[in-house]
T-cell receptor
Framework: DSGVTQTPKHLITATGQRVTLRCSPR?????VYWYQQSLDQGLQFLIHYYNGEERAKGNILERFSAQQFPDLHSELNLSSLELGDSALYFC????????????FGPGTRLTVL | ELKVEQNPLFLSMQEGKNYTIYCNYS?????LYWYRQDPGKSLESLFVLLSNGAVKQEGRLMASLDTKARLSTLHITAAVHDLSATYFC?????????????FGKGTHLIIQP
């Protein structure tokens, strides 16, 4: 158990819908990263928040957005869902963003029908 | 664009044998991470390598980093069945951690009795 929690574990929804994935980092960690894992794209970095502020964007679609709240939990919002958005979504946290181990949560498996 | 290439992508080996997984990357970086993933599970941090020549060992696994060659290796000694998993290397592209990690495609390792 890494100490990072994610809810829900599984999510099944329909195309065109909007969902919100939630992540609570390890106690004391200020950085939260979101990653997407799919069979065809592998593991891809989406976005990074540090202490409430966006630090970097990776291959995140415009239909996706995220935020980090004052209590440091983070939410990833996915809208206008397409079949290709079906994937495992991981969040990871670290104390600081430089050279620190990123600890991964258990993931949310999203299925878009 | 940073590229991280692992080889082999699939490896079947017998218990008791030694083998090495290779991770090549295309940009200068001195921060290299190894993770393990069991089927349907999250990513578990194995090693963080933060400088040229860094070598770390845990049990039957040993990782090393050559930043000049842009190469990291994960060596498995006297493999046991419990080491069966998918192993990912990941690179921090600019050494600052802000941009998230770029992952290789993973090496699917099966260790047979």
């Amino acid at each position: 158990d890494s100490g990072v929690t994610q809810t829900p574990k599984h999510l099944i929804t329909a195309t065109g819908q909007r969902v919100t994935l939630r992540c609570s980092p390890r106690s004391g960690d200020l950085s939260v990263y979101w990653y997407q894992q799919s069979l065809d794209q592998g593991l891809q970095f989406l976005i990074h928040y540090y202490n409430g502020e966006e630090r970097a964007k990776g291959n995140i679609l415009e239909r996706f957005s995220a935020q980090q709240f004052p209590d440091l939990h983070s939410e990833l919002n996915l809208s206008s869902l397409e079949l290709g958005d079906s994937a495992l979504y991981f969040c990871a946290s670290s104390v600081v963003p430089v050279g620190d181990t990123q600890y991964f949560g258990p993931g949310t498996r999203l299925t878009v029908l | 664009e940073l590229k991280v290439e692992q080889n082999p992508l699939f490896l079947s080996m017998q218990e008791g044998k030694n083998y090495t997984i290779y991770c090549n990357y295309s940009t200068t970086s001195d921060r290299l991470y190894w993770y393990r993933q069991d089927p349907g599970k999250s990513l578990e941090s194995l090693f963080v390598l933060l400088s040229n020549g860094a070598v770390k060992q845990e049990g039957r696994l040993m990782a090393s980093l050559d930043t000049k060659a842009r190469l990291s290796t994960l060596h498995i000694t006297a493999a046991v069945h419990d080491l069966s998993a998918t192993y990912f290397c990941a690179v921090d592209p600019y050494g600052g951690g802000a941009d998230g990690l770029t992952f290789g495609k993973g090496t699917h390792l099966i260790i047979q009795p």
